[in-house]
């Protein structure tokens, strides 16, 4: 099962990164998500792969017992995923708007910001 | 239980209360101001309250839901926490002030003294964390606001430079998200002061390599370090003044603050290689920045470049690893906030008078107010590192350090670097404020300035010499601030003065 | 593009949503849900409501502004982290309340929180998903 969300978190990194080399605003966009899914599935991963019960101390004792799945991978992943949404969601409204504005989405066009003033 | 440790909460709450006040009162922009006033001030008196508990009682620290450390979330303020605190509230309440004075009307309406109060909360956030994953959760907190702050208004270059700084700093997340999953994988912690005491016991030496690789690139983006700072110069000089005062004096310093954090504090016996990585990429941060800064003519993409090569002092100072040189970085860090942001500010003020930020057309300014060159001059000297002000005492103590650990070269770069920045200050100096303006400029553009009434004049000139005043004063006085500076640097280079105060003593 | 079945049927799926979704926000202390997904839940509720209507009636239903409901969250989650405080403990320690009530059962702070979150994320999804459709409207 490691191996294979290992082979997972590899495609995605893969695609994530190749995607956002692209010139199109979109497929930045979707590479970064794509980046963020590699990120929380690596963090489930290097968590540790458990089958067991949730972290819930039974009724009647003080202690966990048995096998029991590592709760705080899956509160990073959660806040992550609130997080990510957030963000993703507010970058989705600005490339439009830049989109809407610069009537392009080809980043290489976009290069006013870095060169000097012409003569 | 002691109760003064839960002061360290105020950074985070007050911001947080006051803009969501300011948004229930998001009709009335004089209601949001009169707030976002009363709040930085508050916010400067319990930085200064906390600075003073830390300095006089030892390190505060709070478990958010009584949760014991290393389960909860810790807060911590040591030495070099709280000076970071009162460094970004004073600067809080300067850009609040000064934004009174030249932010429009769009902007007050859409948010932007809510946006600045959240921004604030993150910054405290980020220096007040004891836990990794919650400086993760800052950082994102500091950098919605800023994307925010960076696009209001809308202009084609604000979007263009948003997208640049946007794309690369969620990809810096993400390198964030992954390293602190894998250091909870090595680990099984992030609370800062439980890896402190396990990372030297952990045997995958080599994974834990790659993290602390994983982590100073994703600081390494947000300070600006080379080669990972060309965001910085292609968006910081879009938005209005106040707000590119506001991320160049805080935002970058937030990534440094982490750098030292985590390669002292949580890293100790992970430095040795990191600290050659980091003296080179000081050396390189250091010298293109200020390349970069000497060939540009409009003054907000020159201090922008100067920015990375400041970043590139303090970089220098934490790969030297000595606590003098540590306590120069610390000195360094706060003496650039101040004078950064003052440049920035200065910045506005000539824009104002001569209608333009393009120093090839602007010029005059000595002969119409000689007040701002004065001020111009404290800041810009105190930049370059002239005596008596600040940054003189900030170079010396870093070059000293540097010559002390026998590291000529980088050194010597630092030495030259100062000249060129120099050499650019003279040259806002002599097109700014010396020569005349070209007569074809002058007669189409409108002193801005001397149209202000008289509160707007105050309001857009009493933060620039407040700032002014404090540079001098670091100056003169720069016995007892070093001095609490080198106390945060051995506090810092103590790993177990950490530890104690949170998880306790050793059994 | 007007459709009348998914215009009618979106009236009552509201309904249906918006209850899923409180009862997402109460059982989620202790079982999947919480206020993050049960704020999405009505979120989603509302989209389905403007894809069938258009922005300005789906505006109007709401009747209020997203930005006070992102208030309204952020005010609630941080007073939720204040009773801890004053009860001698820190920020942001849970005070629980047994209420007696059968389906209510214990009420406490984290509660408050998980409201605050979920009109917070009902709110700004809301704010971005009407500010990603602004241009419907012309």
Redesign the interface.
Known sequence: MTFLLALVIGCLYAAGIFL?LRRS?VK?IFG?IL??H???L??FT???LTKGVPAFVPEGSAVLGGEFADP??QA?IL??I??GF??Q??????????W???GTED?DL?K???E??RE | MNQINQIIIIPVLLPLASAIAMIFFRRSVPLQRIIGLVSSTLMLAAAVWILGAVISGGMLTMQAGGWRAPFGITLVADLLSAVMIAASALIGLTTVIYSFAVIDKEREKFFYYPLLQLLMMGINGAFLTGDVFNLYVWFEVMLISSFVLLVLGGTPAQLEGAIKYVTINLLSSSVFLAAAGILYGIAGTLNMADLARISPQLEQKELLAIVSILFMITFGVKAAVFPFFFWLPASYHTPPIPVAAIFSGLLTKVGVYALIRFFTTVFPHESGFINGVLLVASALTMLIGVLGAVAQYDIRKLLSFHIVSQIGYMIFGLALHSPLAIAGALFYIVHNIIAKTNLFYISGMIERITGTFDLKKSGGVYARYPFVAVLFLVSALALAGIPPLSGFWAKFVVIKAGLGAEEYIVTGVAIFVSLLTLFSMMKIWNEAFWKEQPQTVAADAPNRYASMGTAGKLMLVSPVILLALASILFGIFFEPVFRIAESAAVQLLDPESYITPILGRKE | MYSIILATASKYLLLLLQMFSVFLLFRGHNEPGGGFVGGLVAAAAYALYFIANGIGKAEKLLAIDPFHLISAGLLLALSSTLPGLAAGGDVMTGIWIDTGIPLLGKVGTPLVFDTGVYFLVLGITLKIIFSLAEEDRQ
Do not use: E, Q, S, Y
């Not at chain 1, 969601?89 to 830049?98: D, G």
């Open positions: 956002i605003m930045v970064l980046l963020g590699a990120a929380n690596l963090i290097v968590g540790r705080l991978p990073l806040t992550a609130v997080i957030g963000v969601a507010f970058t989705i409204v600005l490339f439009k708007r830049t809407l504005t610069l980043l976009m006013k910001t870095d000097l003033p």
